[in-house]
C-alpha cells in the first residue's frame, strides 16, 4: 500500500485528533499517555512510544511517552492537500456565497436605514 492509500485509509475521531494535536505539541519530551488512549493512533502509524534503553540489557524498552512518528509529516501534507483541492473544486460556490451575504448584509442595513413613514 502506497502512501497516499495509507493516508485515505486514516479516520480520526475528534478526541483522537485532540490527542494528537497535543501530541504534536509536545515535541521532543513526548506526551505521556495510555496504551488505550493512543492505540488507533499507533496503528495508524502517526505516533509512536518513546524509546528508552534499559541498562541491563541494552533492548530498546517502550515507554508510556508518545510522539509523532514520520509518517505523521506525509499525513499532514496529504491533509493540507485535500483540503486545497477541495477549495479549488468549490472556489466558484464559495465565491457566489460570499458575494450573496454581502449584498444581503447591504440589503439589511439599507432597510434598517429606511425612516419610518
Same mark, same amino acid.
Request: glycine share 4%; with cysteine.
Given at each position: 500500500?502506497?502512501?497516499? !492509500? +495509507?493516508? #485515505?485509509q486514516?479516520i *480520526?475521531?475528534?478526541?483522537?485528533?485532540?490527542?494528537? &494535536?497535543?501530541?504534536?505539541r509536545?515535541?521532543?519530551?513526548?506526551?505521556?499517555?495510555?496504551?488505550?488512549?493512543? !492505540? +488507533?493512533? #499507533?496503528?495508524?502509524? *502517526?505516533?509512536?512510544?518513546?524509546?528508552?534503553k534499559? &541498562?541491563?540489557?541494552?533492548?530498546?524498552?517502550?515507554?508510556?511517552?508518545?510522539?509523532?512518528?514520520?509518517?505523521?509529516?506525509?499525513?499532514?501534507?496529504?491533509?493540507?492537500?485535500?483540503?486545497?483541492?477541495?477549495?479549488?473544486?468549490?472556489?466558484?460556490?464559495?465565491?457566489?456565497?460570499?458575494?450573496?451575504?454581502?449584498?444581503?448584509?447591504?440589503?439589511?442595513?439599507?432597510?434598517?436605514?429606511?425612516?419610518?413613514?
Open positions: 500500500m502506497d502512501r497516499k !492509500e +495509507a493516508c #485515505e486514516i *480520526l475521531l475528534p478526541k483522537e485528533k485532540q490527542l494528537l &494535536k497535543r501530541i504534536r509536545s515535541k521532543t519530551n513526548g506526551l505521556k499517555c495510555s496504551g488505550e488512549e493512543v !492505540e +488507533a493512533l #499507533e496503528s495508524y502509524g *502517526l505516533v509512536e512510544p518513546i524509546r528508552e534499559y &541498562k541491563g540489557f541494552g533492548v530498546p524498552v517502550p515507554t508510556d511517552r508518545y510522539v509523532v512518528s514520520d509518517f505523521y509529516a506525509i499525513y499532514v501534507v496529504y491533509c493540507h492537500r485535500e483540503l486545497l483541492d477541495y477549495i479549488a473544486d468549490k472556489w466558484v460556490d464559495i465565491l457566489a456565497s460570499v458575494i450573496s451575504l454581502i449584498s444581503l448584509a447591504i440589503s439589511i442595513v439599507a432597510l434598517l436605514q429606511v425612516p419610518p413613514a
